[in-house]
């Protein structure tokens, strides 16, 4: 290892350390109860924002959009909801600054460099997956949901009469705290998801998986993929059925970057003259290892 490879010059008993990881906590704490506050004062626009895939599925069926509040204090708890959403959202960038600068004195100079896309990637991939789930998932969903409506002639919700009994009307008159309990589980869970490839790759990367060990094992990848898009989404067959394409397909882009990973590895061994192609690599890499080790101790 090279003298440019060094760890950061920042030892530090382990008291030190503790106080160091309290105050980043705190900072990152300060900074989500602040966005708290922030997105209370504007928790309406958010909520509004958040309700267009509903609105738009009842325009289409020529409704109109309203929700409504069943218990005296759930419009304040919607507030609170929709300020946590929107103060992790907020606060998120500054965690994760907190969090780089208490890890990153710990690291080689290597080691930051092959961390750091993983810590730019986390954040794009969720907000790509959120995204996803709030203009492809939910309107989907909902209109699913909203297809039980029963019509009559003249447009209204209405079922069939029974005898001489007036016709009964079904209608959808939403609880807001439940629209937006569902559509934040849409999001978080297809954020979640597509941490997918980010993962692996970063596993893959450190040597905890490899591209052929994630391939042998794609039947029960597909088995628990398909667990996962039950136990996460309604019960509804189509967001099921893109909930796993979309974490399966994941899955197989996350086998293709391991294996980009294991071919950079590869080519960087042989370069060092560590990687023996009649042999195999898995003895030399010991020896890589073992140097590795030496210099650092050094």
């Known amino acids: 290892m090279s003298q440019s490879d060094e760890i950061d010059d920042t030892t530090a008993p382990l008291i030190e350390h503790l106080a160091e990881l309290r105050t980043r906590l705190i900072h990152s704490v300060v900074a989500f109860i602040v966005g708290m506050v922030i997105s209370f004062g504007v928790a309406t626009p958010i909520f509004n924002f958040l309700t267009q895939p509903l609105c738009a599925v009842l325009s289409e069926r020529g409704q109109?959009?309203?929700?409504?509040?069943?218990?005296?204090?759930?419009?304040?708890?919607?507030?609170?909801?929709?300020?946590?959403?929107?103060?992790?959202?907020?606060?998120?960038?500054?965690?994760?600054?907190?969090?780089?600068?208490?890890?990153?004195?710990?690291?080689?100079?290597?080691?930051?460099?092959?961390?750091?896309?993983?810590?730019?990637?986390?954040?794009?991939m969720f907000f790509l997956g959120a995204a996803f789930a709030f203009y492809v998932v939910t309107p989907l969903a909902y209109n699913f949901f909203l297809s039980f409506q029963q019509f009559g002639a003249e447009g209204e919700p209405v079922a069939e009469a029974v005898g001489n009994a007036p016709p009964l009307s079904v209608v959808f008159q939403g609880s807001a705290?439940?629209?937006?309990?569902?559509?934040?589980k849409f999001i978080v869970a297809f954020g979640l998801c597509f941490?997918?490839?980010?993962?692996?790759?970063?596993?893959?990367?450190?040597?905890?998986?490899?591209?052929?060990?994630?391939a042998g094992v794609r039947k029960y990848a597909v088995v628990g993929i398909l667990v996962l898009a039950?136990?996460?989404?309604?019960?509804?067959?189509?967001?099921?059925?893109?909930?796993?394409?979309?974490?399966?397909?994941?899955?197989?882009?996350?086998?293709?970057?391991?294996?980009?990973?294991?071919?950079?590895?590869?080519?960087?061994?042989?370069?060092?003259?560590?990687?023996?192609?009649?042999?195999?690599?898995?003895?030399?890499?010991?020896?890589?290892?073992?140097?590795?080790?030496?210099?650092?101790?050094?």
């Open 64 to 124: 109109d959009c309203s929700l409504i509040f069943i218990s005296p204090q759930e419009g304040f708890f919607v507030a609170i909801k929709v300020s946590l959403l929107g103060g992790f959202i907020l606060a998120f960038p500054y965690i994760a600054m907190q969090m780089w600068r208490f890890v990153a004195p710990g690291l080689y100079k290597s080691e930051k460099n092959a961390f750091l896309p993983f810590l730019i990637a986390s954040p794009f």
């Open 177 to 184: 705290q439940e629209y937006l309990n569902l559509t934040i």
């Open 195 to 214: 941490q997918l490839p980010v993962l692996l790759t970063l596993m893959g990367k450190v040597g905890l998986v490899s591209s052929e060990g994630l």
């Open 230 to 298: 039950a136990i996460v989404t309604p019960p509804d067959v189509i967001t099921q059925v893109i909930l796993f394409t979309v974490i399966y397909g994941l899955y197989e882009v996350s086998i293709f970057l391991v294996r980009r990973v294991e071919a950079k590895r590869e080519e960087k061994l042989r370069a060092e003259g560590y990687y023996d192609d009649d042999y195999g690599n898995e003895p030399l890499l010991a020896d890589f290892e073992e140097d590795d080790e030496e210099e650092s101790g050094k």
